[in-house]
């Protein structure tokens, strides 16, 4: 493939990577897309200049410092817009990767090291190859904590580009050692191009996607699993150990029509919040409605299930809200069922249902568990 077909794909990549990073930015406020677009358009002019200068429209001191200077300040801005995407925050730190590709500009203008095309196309690949290195491990240090498929794709592509680029740099600084030429090497590292471009896409899109599962599948006041997850989360088939725990906040109307939805509201946070922390990770979680709190447990006997209902009463019994007229401390009943062979995950939470409205008949801020002829009871 001759040299300026070359040049015309290279230039391609990046124009229709600007394209994808602008209308993803259009469409999704995630940090860094601007970044990556406006460093594929320098990317692109950059290209366009080497080009110009190869035909020969173009002063030959002009066209490689242009396209040198340009290109790696491209090449910083894509690097500074993968860090942000990648850790879905904006830093000020960034912007040093910037200031060390303006300074390496500099330094080559001063030294004249453009005017040496080989020497230009080697410090300028060999930048790429340090920008991208460090643009592939943001995404995968940041894999941790945002475990999206397409991360894994975005890294691979962005390494892949790292290694042609230093291909690049080997094939022009000792062409002897060099297992594939300079101009195959550069080929590659365009179809890279391109791929960073669509893995880009993937994991914004992924991320719009798993976003738009949480808001559906999380109680937006309180934070925890609600109603249509907690159900579907339940096992289609029980085992010995199973149990449902049901917690109604009691009289929790009167402190909505006494003290306001903004109280209860906070109300309603800090007992969602005490019960996730007492009941610990081992468990599901849900709110079902209103003031009303189910949670599944595994491996229980009757008295751990109990044990672990009856802490969470104490704990909420200890939260303390303040009001004009002094503070708001709530409590909450409590039922609990454990497995016993014959019924699945609906009938085993109505039962705990039923504990729990026994509670609330017998008193309130207490614990009640379900037996099919006595039932054992904690008071406060």
Not at 240 to 257: A, E, L, R, Y
């Amino acid at each position: 493939m001759d040299l300026a077909t070359v040049l015309l794909l290279h230039k391609s990549s990046f124009i229709v990577g600007a394209l994808c990073f602008f209308y993803m930015r259009w469409r999704s406020r995630e940090p860094g897309l601007e970044l990556l677009a406006v460093g594929d358009c320098l990317l692109a002019f950059a290209s366009t200049l080497a080009g110009m200068g190869e035909q020969g429209s173009l002063r030959y001191e002009i066209w490689t410092f242009g396209s040198f200077s340009v290109g790696v300040t491209g090449y910083a801005l894509m690097a500074v817009g993968i860090i942000q995407l990648s850790g879905h925050r904006r830093r000020l730190s960034d912007w040093l990767l910037v200031t060390a590709a303006l300074i390496l500009s500099i330094v080559v203008g001063v030294t004249h090291w453009y005017l040496d095309n080989q020497m230009r196309a080697a410090v300028f690949n060999a930048n790429a190859s340090i920008f991208l290195l460090i643009s592939s491990a943001a995404i995968m240090v940041d894999f941790l904590g945002d475990r999206l498929p397409g991360r894994i794709g975005l890294a691979a592509s962005l390494m892949a580009a790292m290694i042609f680029s230093a291909l690049v740099v080997l094939g022009l600084v000792f062409p002897e050692y060099g297992p594939i030429a300079p101009r195959n090497a550069f080929f590659m590292l365009i179809i890279c191009h391109f791929s960073v471009a669509l893995f880009v896409v993937v994991l914004v899109q992924e991320r719009a996607e798993a976003k738009l599962s949480r808001l559906a599948n999380t109680d937006a006041l309180t934070g925890i699993p609600n109603r249509q997850n907690f159900l579907a989360s339940l096992p289609h088939q029980l085992k010995q150990g199973d149990g449902f725990i049901m917690i109604d906040i009691d009289h929790f109307k009167s402190v909505n029509d006494r003290h306001g939805h903004e109280i209860g509201d906070a109300v309603l946070v800090g007992v969602a919040q005490t019960i996730a922390a007492a009941a610990g990770r081992k468990l599901l979680l849900g709110r079902l409605g209103g003031e009303e709190f189910a949670l599944f447990l595994r491996d229980q006997t009757d008295d751990t299930l109990f044990a672990t209902a009856d802490v969470i009463r104490r704990e909420i019994s200890g939260l303390a809200f303040a009001v004009e007229a002094g503070t708001v401390t709530p409590t909450v009943s409590a039922g609990v069922a454990l497995w016993s062979g014959e019924c699945d995950a609906t009938k085993l939470r109505d039962r705990a249902d039923q504990a729990l409205y026994r509670a609330k008949r017998g008193g309130r801020d207490r614990v009640e568990m379900y037996a099919a002829a006595s039932t054992v009871t904690a008071l406060n």
